[in-house]
């Protein structure tokens, strides 16, 4: 298998990825491994403050809008940057404290620290609300993993007047087959590699004439295509969405008749996804990619035993 990414790729968080001299069921595994076998961190456990304080002749209570396990809930879907050259343990195998009891366990190398105190506004405040942000997370532990700037305005609750919300939160490496909250991407998902041809340029006219733009901004026309094909992978899939504004039900598909047709690449895919921003896209495949082997080293080693 080879693969390559796509050109203009990743944007932000979002890639594509072609895989090529593959089958369907290949890609699958490699969907699979991103979805749940990539660690990251996530914040899975939360000690919440619970009592009556007084502050500066203030009474406040630590109650909020939310139930706890739904605050704990919210805390866990954060995205918390993870570093896998940082080579953190998993909280249950870490050589520092499988020794210890469950109470005890919880060290530096296989936990993240985050500490939360807001109180809601003063009693004399204009607002009767605030709202508390993933921002307002404090890294405990290196600042390194501090709460990435582009999901510090995640609302967590709000807090009314008399009210405050106090906690320590401690993230774990984890595989999105646990739970969904250490799954570093979402939307993936993969189609067959196709490139588009034009059959007849005078139909394909009832296309051209709308309009359409790719999503780079060209026009969607007879210039996209070189001697009657269109290879480029970004293009092929502006054109395929364009194609819908005249299939079947549009009323146009009698006059295109088909002029532009796509056709698969044998043994070609595109892969695409997003991660939350706990990882970059790349890193997040070359990780599934080392899961994928290790399983299969590993299952070599058992076939190798078993059959001993
Ligand atoms: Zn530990």
């Given amino acids: 298998m080879k693969a390559q990414i796509v050109e203009g790729w990743p944007k932000e968080n979002s890639i594509r990825i072609s895989l090529s001299e593959t089958d369907a ?3 699958n595994a490699i969907r699979r491994a991103l979805i749940s076998d990539v660690p990251k961190l996530a914040i899975t456990r939360v000690n919440i403050s619970q009592g009556v304080v007084e502050t500066e002749g203030q009474i406040l209570e630590s109650v909020n809008v939310l139930p706890d396990e739904m605050l704990a809930h919210r805390l866990a879907m954060i995205p918390v940057p993870t570093y896998p050259e940082e080579k953190l343990d998993f909280f249950e195998t870490c050589p520092v404290c499988i020794d210890m009891v469950e109470a005890e366990k919880g060290c530096p190398q296989c936990q993240v620290l985050y500490s ?3 109180q809601g506004p003063a009693p004399d405040a204009e607002e009767d609300h605030i709202t ?3 921002g307002d997370l404090t890294t405990i532990s290196d600042p390194m993993f501090d709460i990435k700037e582009e999901h510090r305005r995640i609302p967590i609750t709000i807090l009314s007047k008399g009210q405050y919300l106090e906690l320590y939160a401690f993230a774990t490496l984890g595989r999105g087959a646990s739970h969904q909250k250490w799954s570093p991407v979402a939307g993936v998902g993969f189609s067959n590699r196709n490139v588009a041809k034009l059959n007849n340029a005078k139909k394909a006219e009832t296309l051209f004439a709308l ?5 780079d901004g060209r026009d969607i026309d007879a210039k996209l295509f070189k001697n009657k094909q269109v290879d480029d992978v970004n293009t092929v899939m502006d054109l395929e969405r364009a194609l819908h504004q005249v299939g079947p039900g549009t009323g146009r ?3 295109f008749d ?3 047709t796509l056709e698969q690449v044998e043994g070609e895919y595109v892969l695409s996804y997003e991660t939350d921003g706990s990882l970059d896209p790349v890193t997040v495949f070359n990780l599934a990619m080392d899961e994928l082997s290790n399983r299969f080293a590993g299952l070599n080693e058992e076939i190798g035993v078993a059959l001993n």
């Fill in 25 to 27: 069921s290949q890609v």
């Fill in 116 to 118: 939360l105190n807001i």
């Fill in 132 to 134: 508390v942000y993933a």
């Fill in 211 to 215: 309009g359409l733009k790719t999503s």
């Fill in 253 to 255: 598909d009698a006059d």
């Fill in 258 to 260: 088909g002029a532009i």
